[in-house]
């Protein structure tokens, strides 16, 4: 696909210098697919990656057919406090060199009292959330009839958060001759049925297809249990010299008892999910975009709306929960064309889900092995990838089976050969005990040494009665 430079499209020299002083000069393929539809004042549907540079795309065109003599006009809706203030941010950015223009954020968890001041001020643009955007209309601080530009930022994200009402609600009180841009990752029948009520014969741009946009990331897993993630995460970090990491968990303890634990080790982490107050929330995510704090734990929710561009690499502490959500963490690396590196931690048959994510999202993930402190994690060749599992196994194993065989068939050590022999008495030979339900044979204990008790392969001892 032939790139476009933003000296090429139809903007203006004031938003050419504040591009260019932002460090760009090409244009993703969706700001060159979308700014001249939307300079034309015509409705579109965006579909394109996390990453892909979509807020430039519709900002740029709305700071651009701005009236700097009126109040609001445009008016963009986004799904979490830290995306709209992300947006909110680069607006600034790119009005740089404009004069007489405003953007204010409405927000829930911020003070009432400081978006009240703003919005008395006049703005031309408000970038907010949909609960707190009802608030304003309500109490009347926020009037819509003005409006002329609307945008739907992470449209499917909104409709999966419960949106769906006040986004309906926000639209039906904006002019029907309003300019409505949707942007999505993913294209639902929810959205499509949005499209067809609110927008006006949309132009439909897909640029996930592109590969030219797909970040470069390499992607890595390893295989461990629960207790040995901490350990591993912390080797990652200094085995492979990770100056800025994003963290994802699944769960807001697990968030605060892992930031807690990196602090006590030694590291310069924060946290941030919907639990914790916004002035918090803040405060961690301008720590972490000044280089101050080094290591950010997430959940999805609150880490849907980071878009920082200098992030080393990112590591699922836990396997996602949704697949989808596997493709919104890696893409916050390997932005504005640096490599970015993935790191998944995945313990029993969670293999198995990360091999079904590697199919269906066309990834490439390879297995890493992690060492003890002081020694180089080694990736290993690509026939130990997620993808050469298929030639060993064709579906997961049924709930009796064990994890072992999958072992054998990566041709790796059994996971006892890893712990430590001076730490555990010695294992006396196999049995001849049937191998019912796919079960290995268990491995025994001398019983004149230790009265009767039984180990099994996992580790776990019992005694017959």
């Known amino acids: ?36 539809v939307l300079m034309e004042g015509l409705d579109i549907i965006a579909q394109a990656r996390t990453g892909s540079g979509k ?29 709209a203030i992300q947006v909110t941010e680069e607006f600034r950015k790119l009005f740089k060199f404009y004069e007489n223009l405003a953007v204010v954020t409405a927000y829930g968890g911020q003070d009432m009292s400081i978006q009240l001041r703003q919005l008395s001020q006049s703005p031309q643009i408000v970038v907010g959330t949909p609960g707190r955007l009802i608030d304003h209309m309500w109490r009347g601080t926020i009037r819509l009839d003005e409006v002329n530009f609307v945008v739907l930022d992470e449209a499917d994200e909104m409709l999966n958060m419960g949106f769906r009402d006040d986004v309906e609600d926000i639209l039906s009180y904006v002019p029907q001759s309003r300019q409505t841009a949707m942007f999505s990752a993913t294209m639902s029948p929810e959205i499509m049925r949005l499209m067809k009520r609110y927008q006006k014969n949309p132009v439909h741009i897909d640029t996930t297809d ?17 207790a040995r993630k901490f350990d591993a995460l912390t080797c990652l970090i200094d085995e492979f010299d990770i100056k800025v990491s994003l963290v994802f968990v ?50 999805d929710v609150a880490g849907r709306g980071i878009d920082i561009s200098d992030i080393d690499a990112v590591i699922n502490f836990d396997l996602p929960r949704d697949d989808e959500d596997y493709t919104h963490r890696i893409g916050r690396t390997g932005r504005a064309g640096k490599l970015g590196r993935s790191f998944t931690f995945v313990d029993g048959k969670e293999i198995y889900d990360l091999k079904r994510i590697e199919k269906n999202g066309g990834f490439s993930i390879k297995r890493i092995e992690i060492p003890g402190k002081g020694q180089k994690p080694a990736i290993t060749s690509s026939s130990s990838s997620l993808s050469s599992l298929s030639s060993s196994t064709s579906a997961a194993p049924d709930s009796s089976s064990n994890a072992a065989p999958h072992a054998a068939a990566r041709n790796e050590e059994p996971r006892q050969a890893a712990r430590s022999a001076s730490k555990r008495p010695s294992v006396g030979s196999r049995t001849n005990s049937s191998e019912k339900n796919g079960r290995p044979p268990e491995k025994r204990r001398n019983s004149s040494n230790d009265d009767g008790w039984i180990t099994d392969s996992t580790g776990f001892r019992y005694r017959v009665i």
């Not at 591009?19 to 760009?24: D, I, L, N, S």
């Not at 592109?210 to 629960?226: A, F, G, V």
């Not at 634990?261 to 301008?286: D, T, W």
């Open 250 to 299: 699944n769960t807001k303890l697990k968030v605060d008892r892992l930031v807690g634990k990196l602090n006590n080790a030694g590291y310069r982490a924060k946290g941030i999910h919907g639990g914790h107050e916004q002035h918090r929330r803040e405060l961690a995510m301008n720590s972490f975009r000044d280089g101050s704090v080094r290591i950010l734990v997430a959940t």
């Open 55 to 83: 807020t430039a795309a519709f900002a740029i065109p709305i700071i651009e057919r701005i009236n700097a003599a009126r109040g609001l006009q445009a008016l963009v809706v986004c799904p979490t406090r830290e995306l």
């Open 1 to 36: 696909m032939k790139k476009t430079k933003f000296e090429e499209l139809n903007i203006s020299a004031n938003m050419k210098k504040a591009v260019a002083e932002m460090g760009f000069c090409e244009a993703t393929p969706i700001q060159a697919e979308s700014i001249p």
């Open 210 to 226: 592109h590969k030219n946009e797909i970040p470069k990331i390499e992607q890595t897993y390893c295989e461990l249990s629960e």
